[in-house]
């Protein structure tokens, strides 16, 4: 039997996001078109006979209830109503509170790396359901790939796979609190939603300058007028010749898409001049 289980944990993008509103319970209804990118953690999952341990190789992260792996755990161990423990180590790679799902990404794959260990008490299905309840973005980090999400990031539909780019992931040292943003975003005049059939129909299609000039992110209305370094990047990323460049999430890492290795190297060598946490990656 398994006594260790090794998982990569991969980021994500927004290529659409757009909220439709605030719901009863507190939550927004959301859609957007999320992808999975070849940049990721690296989550060790050990059995233990009880208790769970997590650490990380960053010191400022938690490695209590408030880090989101360890209720990862706690409640797959709830949920199976196994007897059980777990020692969870973590090499982060994705930046923190960068709008890129680490920390949903580490809780997915503490979720499928205790199934594996447990001989797979729970169904694909089931883990699914289980990881709604651990945050919006953790759905998808189970799933990955190219995705339409629609209710609160919860709904998941497959779409036409997102053809291979160059991505370059650019973050400023800024840390964006999500709930911050869609508290002012309740507030402010949000300007045209962007057309997500739009983006698919043209995706399906393989017309990418209509996907390119389809991709939109509501939350740079509230983010970027407080953080006019956002423009400024993806301003820039655009000059060095991406051919979109948008913010992911809530924030603050901001994303361009590139045809040209060269351009895309030598931007990346630009903005690292400027910039600690800059990734050259590509779509998974």
Known sequence: MKQHCFES?????????DVLGKLENGYHELESVMQSVNLFDLV???KMPKGIQVSTNLKYLPNNEKNIAYQAAKLFFEVTGIRGGAK??????IPVAAGLAGGSGNAAAVLAALNQLFCAPLSQRELFTVSKRLGADVPFCLMCGTQLTTGIGDVMKP?????KKLILLVKPPVNIPTADIYRKLD???IPPHPKTADFISALERGNMEQVYASMFNVMEAVTEKEHPVI?????????????AAMMSGSGSTVFGLFDDYKKA???????SRMYQEVYLTHTN
């Not at 969870?88 to 790679?93: D, E, P, Q, S």
């Not at 423009?231 to 051919?243: D, F, V």
């Open 88 to 93: 969870i180590l973590i090499r982060k790679n």
């Open 9 to 17: 944990a991969y980021a994500k993008i927004n290529l659409t996001l």
């Open 44 to 46: 060790i999952v050990d």
């Open 187 to 189: 507030s402010v005049l």
């Open 265 to 271: 190297f030598r931007s990346q060598e630009s903005f």
């Open 231 to 243: 423009s400024g990047i993806k301003e820039k990323l655009r000059r060095n010749g991406a051919k």
């Open 159 to 163: 779409i036409r796979p997102f053809p």
